[in-house]
């Protein structure tokens, strides 16, 4: 499994991402799209995969019917007051806010194979921002661990993305195998909480986390989120929490108590790998049930391959 680097020793990207890491991927996310076309081999194409609705439109003005115009336009109120065809004119939005919802928390320090899970989703938000401010959205997020949550208001500006990117970073860098978890089980509830007050529509959130904590409470709040904004939720999961080997003694700690697992046990390695089924499931479901889009992203490779892969494009792994 990995193991966190002592802080002495040479800064490991597989362990911890730092800024410059961050802001490297740049380049990477530029052959990604988060816009409503999307490549015909998309997760975002297809007939159960909601499309990205896109930018909203701005009222410009009232006139006349003219030749050639979308009948759907015509503002049939306006026609009969005044007895002549009178159409709405939209221009669509120069560009719409994003938010993203960042999870650093002791939950996330975990990897048997290749990244930690902190990692994983810090490369992804990276790659992402990256991308939406290239296209012209403004770009925020909330990053949040045990027992803090950074905001930061969507903003059309580099020195904002580099803010965003430094936040993430620093919470990364804070996770530690002597770290505790002192946010509580009600942490994600509350991140999506303010996410519900931030974005009120037209948003595109944007969810990185493993979802542990989830409860009954979280799925009014991702279907709040769903109803008038554009809601990914990114999954970041371990290959070892699905199959547990038969012989893997795991010690777990929620910073205050401890307690050791023999997976030796087929009943306990059941019971494992079950909990950790049923919580994704659970948000699975209601994903499906608001349209919001589920992406699975693993430890076992780099963020920006499984990122081109999900959205279709060539490089990916």
Do not use: C
């Not at 380049?27 to 975002?44: D, F, I, K, M, N």
């Amino acid at each position: 499994m990995t193991q966190p680097a002592a802080s002495s020793a040479p800064h490991d990207p597989r362990v911890h991402a730092d800024l410059p890491q961050l802001r490297a991927l740049a380049q990477g996310a530029r052959h990604l799209s988060l816009l409503p076309r999307q490549p015909s081999h998309s997760v975002l194409n297809g007939r159960h995969a909601s499309k990205l609705r896109g930018r909203g439109l701005n009222f410009e003005e009232l006139r006349d019917y003219q030749t050639g115009d979308d009948i759907r336009s015509i503002d049939w109120k306006v026609t009969a007051r005044t007895g002549t065809p009178h159409v709405r004119v939209y221009t669509e939005e120069r560009d719409r806010p994003a938010l993203l919802l960042v999870d650093q928390r002791m939950s996330m320090f975990f990897g048997s194979r290749v990244y930690m899970k902190s990692v994983v989703a810090a490369e992804a938000a990276a790659i992402s921002a990256h991308r939406l401010l290239a296209q012209g959205d403004r770009v925020g997020g909330l990053v949040f661990g045990g027992d803090s949550i950074a905001e930061h208001r969507p903003v059309r500006s580099h020195a904002a993305l580099t803010r965003l990117l430094a936040s993430i970073a620093g919470a990364n860098a804070r996770l530690h195998a002597e770290a505790r978890d002192t946010g509580g089980q009600d942490t994600l509830n509350r991140v999506l909480q303010a996410a519900t007050r931030i974005a009120k529509t037209n948003y595109l959130v944007l969810v990185f986390s493993d979802f542990d904590g989830v409860t009954a409470d979280t799925e009014p709040l991702l279907r709040a989120l769903a109803m008038n904004n554009d809601l990914l939720l990114f999954s970041v999961s371990d290959p070892l929490a699905g199959t547990l080997p038969d012989r893997f003694r795991l010690t777990a700690s929620d910073g205050q108590l401890q307690a050791e697992f023999d997976s030796a046990q087929e009943r306990t390695r059941e019971r494992l790998s079950a909990a950790m089924r049923d919580r994704l499931r659970d948000v699975s479901d209601w994903a499906r049930r608001y349209g919001a889009p589920f992406l699975s992203l693993s430890t076992d490779a780099p963020a920006l391959g499984q990122m081109l892969q999900l959205f279709g494009h060539r490089g990916g792994r």
